[in-house]
């Protein structure tokens, strides 16, 4: 069993759209904090979005209102509803969330492949 699942990546032309889903085994108890980070190809792996701490929302700059994340807590499953993409967002998507089932522990997915070609 996963700690974390990514799916809902795929092949999209540019401008078209995708939704994530990070689904969260059910052992992973009062978790803190949910993010998405994302990997391009050579790159160093970056936030997308996530809920802080404090309940808010944080976005990197690049996503200048495109993206939009959300969280259904009675699931414990991650969303990022991904609009007007871009060739520039290819990249492996992660999960991360950190959580206390016991201790403190940070958990990520596996990733899933976004590829945004014409």
């Known amino acids: 069993q996963e700690d974390l699942v990514e799916s809902g990546g795929g092949l999209v032309q540019p401008g078209g759209s995708l939704r994530l889903t990070c689904t969260v085994a059910d052992y992973i108890r009062n978790i803190y904090t949910m993010e998405w980070y994302r990997q391009q190809t050579g790159k160093q792996r970056e936030l997308v979005a996530g809920f802080p701490l404090d309940g808010s929302t944080k976005y990197g700059d690049f996503v200048k209102g495109r993206f939009t994340i959300s969280r259904d807590n009675a699931k414990n499953t991650l969303f990022l509803q991904m609009n007007n993409l871009k060739p520039e967002d290819t990249a492996v998507y992660y999960c991360?969330?950190?959580?206390?089932?016991?201790?403190?522990?940070?958990?990520w997915g596996q990733g899933t492949q976004v590829t945004v070609s014409s």
């Open positions: 991360k969330v950190v959580a206390r089932p016991d201790y403190l522990k940070t958990y």
